[in-house]
Structure formats: structure tokens, C-alpha cells
């Protein structure tokens, strides 16, 4: 047995709000969960079953305000990223190990994709794209800026000779993207004196996928344009060889996105913030290709 007067002490409430909140809860419920007397007020059977789950219901409650103000915290949960195939094996492959030590509650969803990916309807929480951006939806952070360079292989060049100008390219075999028209992509070049040449080169085989392209170029097949990432470590080791040095192809920014109609998560948070340290100058991916080394060709 009780009282409204009691159990509005016991709340810090006036009695009115507590009778008032009752009486709510059993219009909503569709049935009486107190059975109100002149000495007393009781439960009904109805009250005494909704009695026996509330130690249950408060404690999912609690679980649940304790769980979301843990996200406030430290950062767990899923995180979903979007990314290029070349730049998820190459780039996100050595830098995400840190990431999820560094968060062992954070699971991390990795789609990998040459197309486009819309973020907002995708539920894509975070993406990294490269180029020019034109999608209004997303808040972009640029990471940096990825150098290109033309290579070939050094059984290419053994088959083939070597080029050693711009207008050379045209008489070789070339591993490009095709252009939006079908034709091949033309190459631009910028001189050591600012000035800027183009070449179209002849083109032998087309592809849609920028790590074809860098095991075609390593299996001899022609010359491509490659990432920084990717041709890299070849060029160091021996593998490729860049051509014109003294030539330097357009760059291309890096940027991290994501959807500008949500708010910023803390795993969210917590990825871009790794990400623009792992994109800091003089971090292997992002860094410009030594022209002094053995294999750039003079």
C-alpha cells in the first residue's frame, strides 16, 4: 500500500504531477494500474506485472544512457569507410592497424570501390577521394596533395627503348583510363620552365582500375601513369623506371569526406583526425619521389 503524497516525496515532485503522470501512463496502456480507496491505493493485477518488469526496463535504460555517454568518451562502435581499391590496399591496409589499436572498441567496415559511392544514402560514414569534388552533401578536409609519374619497366624499355622526350611518348605503348569520350586521356605535362606540353599517347590497352594498370606497367606492357603510392617502392627498388624527371605530370588532391547533414560521431572523429596525422608532410605516400635516385631516368 502507499500514497500519491509519498511517492511525490519521495521524488521531489508536487502530487499533482505524479497523479497527473500516472494517469497518463494508463490512458496510453489502456488500463488501470492503481486501485485508488479513501485509506489507500493499491495495485492491480495489471500494475503488479508492469511492477515486476521495471527493475528490467530501468536497467536496459541505464545500460543504454551509460553505453551512449561512453561513446562520449572514447570512440567505439562501427565505422563505415569508403575508399579507392588502390588506395585501401596500399594506403589503408598500413594505416589502419594503428587506428584500431589505438581504438580496440572501434570496428572498422571497409568497402573498397573504383565508382563513386554517394555517401549520404549509402550510410557511408567517412570516404577518401581524390580529384576535384563536386558533391554539396559532404564536408571535405583536404589531406594532402599525390604526385603521378609516368613509369615503365626495365624489360619494357629493354624490348622498346627508352623515351627521352615528350614527343617520344607517342612512338610507345601506353596503359592508361579511358576519357569520358572513349578516346585515350591525353598526358600534360608541365617543363622545368613553367611551360606546359601535351601528348596523346598511343594507347594499347585501356583499363578502368588504377592497380591494373601499375601490374601491367610492372609486367612490361607500356607505360602508365601511376600514383605515388604505388610506384613508389618500385621505383626505389628498381622495379620501374620514371620517365622525365624534369617533367612533372598534374597532382592530385587527397581529401577525407563525410556527410555534412550528420553530426560528427566520435569514431568519426576519432578516424579523421588519424587520418589527417598519417597525411602529415613527409609521410611515405604523400611524398614526392627523390629524382636524384638511380632509377629516374635522365
Not at 260 to 266: D, G, I, K, Q, Y
Request: hydrophobic share 40%; proline share 7%.
Amino acid at each position: 500500500m502507499g500514497s500519491f503524497s509519498a511517492a511525490a516525496r519521495a521524488l521531489g515532485l508536487p502530487k499533482s504531477s505524479v497523479s497527473r503522470a500516472v494517469s497518463l501512463l494508463e490512458s496510453d496502456l489502456g488500463t488501470r494500474l492503481l486501485q485508488r480507496t479513501s485509506r489507500a491505493v493499491v495495485l492491480t493485477e495489471s500494475g503488479e506485472a508492469l511492477r515486476a518488469r521495471c527493475p528490467d526496463i530501468l536497467a536496459r535504460v541505464e545500460e543504454a544512457v551509460n553505453y551512449i555517454s561512453g561513446l562520449a568518451r572514447s570512440p567505439r562502435g562501427r565505422l563505415r569507410i569508403s575508399a579507392g581499391v588502390g588506395f585501401g590496399i596500399n594506403v589503408l591496409s598500413e594505416l589502419l592497424p594503428t587506428f584500431i589499436e589505438r581504438y580496440p572498441d572501434v570496428e572498422v567496415s571497409l568497402d573498397l570501390s573504383s565508382r563513386p559511392v554517394d555517401l549520404v544514402s549509402s550510410g557511408v560514414d567517412v570516404a577518401i577521394r581524390m580529384g576535384p569534388l563536386a558533391d554539396s552533401e559532404v564536408v571535405a578536409n583536404r589531406l594532402g596533395t599525390l604526385h603521378r609519374y609516368a613509369c615503365v619497366a626495365p624489360s619494357y624499355v629493354a624490348r622498346k627503348g627508352l623515351p627521352r622526350t615528350i614527343a617520344d611518348l607517342r612512338q610507345h605503348d601506353a596503359i592508361e583510363m579511358p576519357g569520358t569520350d572513349g578516346r585515350p586521356r591525353s598526358w600534360t605535362f608541365a617543363g622545368p620552365l613553367g611551360e606546359s606540353t601535351s601528348v596523346e599517347p598511343l594507347l594499347r590497352i585501356s583499363v578502368n582500375e588504377a592497380l591494373t594498370i601499375h601490374r601491367l606497367v610492372l609486367n612490361g606492357a607500356g607505360i602508365g601513369v601511376l600514383s605515388a603510392y604505388l610506384c613508389g617502392p618500385d621505383i626505389a627498388a628498381g622495379r620501374l623506371v620514371h620517365l622525365l624527371p624534369d617533367w612533372r605530370l598534374p597532382s592530385v588532391d587527397v581529401s577525407v569526406l563525410f556527410p555534412s547533414n550528420r553530426e560528427l560521431s566520435p569514431v568519426v572523429r576519432a578516424f579523421v583526425d588519424f587520418i589527417k596525422e598519417a597525411s602529415r608532410p613527409g609521410v611515405a605516400w604523400l611524398t614526392d619521389i627523390n629524382e636524384a635516385s638511380p632509377q629516374t631516368q635522365r
